[in-house]
């Protein structure tokens, strides 16, 4: 299988942006409120993949905060990692149970040079299977780190209410809903995400993906 489309610059996410504006008049509408969206491209390898777990279920400004200080202690290399401990990570500002993640991941001897070129299912099935690596942390590197342009993140709380926000939902939608309205949106679902989250900053005044 092909890994598809990669975003690389600016303009891939605008090709993206304009393809769902065209499909969509509610997407168009949310376009035109957000304005041109980020490229949210970053490297790749194990800093990336922990930052995305230092991210889970905390404020972007927490994880901000956070990394920032891991990354001064150079705990974002695995071998640093690696000699340190749980309470040292800890002392960083990480749960016990993210100390424990750390640790498993700088341990699991991931090839990220190979994930380059693997089918982005079969990069999420890899990274899932360490643990502290759930779904959501795994398709956030996919995009991201990986720039694959069809993925999405739907157990993504902000991306929940920004759906529900701009399709007039009655409830949040639940992950499983949200993964089913998204295959509309496909070759571009990453480039949806991306819109999405801009709709959330701009209807909440704060950020929902750090």
């Not at 200080?69 to 149970?97: E, K, T, W, Y």
């Not at 920004?162 to 009655?170: I, K, Q, S, T, V």
Request: net charge positive; glycine share 8%; hydrophobic share 50%.
């Amino acid at each position: 299988m092909s890994v598809g489309r990669i975003i690389e610059t600016p303009a891939c996410v605008a090709e993206g942006a304009d393809w769902l504006a065209a499909s969509d008049p509610r997407l168009a509408h949310a376009l035109t409120l957000t304005g041109p969206l980020p490229l949210r491209r970053t490297g790749d390898g194990f800093a990336q993949l922990l930052s995305a777990i230092v991210s889970q279920q905390v404020s972007v400004a927490s994880a901000n905060a956070i990394w920032a200080r891991l990354c001064a202690a150079g705990m974002n290399d695995p071998a640093r990692v690696m000699g340190a401990d749980i309470d040292s990570l800890r002392a960083l500002g990480l749960s016990r149970q993210k100390a424990r993640y750390a640790l498993e991941l700088a341990g699991a001897n991931v090839d990220f040079a190979a994930l380059r070129s693997d089918p982005s299912e079969a990069v999420i099935a890899r990274l899932v299977a360490i643990p502290g690596i759930g779904r959501w942390t795994a398709e956030i590197y996919a995009m991201f780190a990986l720039g694959r342009a069809d993925v999405f993140a739907p157990g993504d709380l902000a991306l929940q209410e920004a759906a529900r926000l701009l399709f007039g939902l009655p409830a949040r939608p639940r992950e499983a809903e949200l993964r089913a309205m998204a295959q509309a949106w496909s070759p571009w679902r990453s480039v949806a995400a991306r819109l999405l989250w801009a709709y959330y900053r701009h209807a909440k005044d704060r950020e929902g993906i750090r």
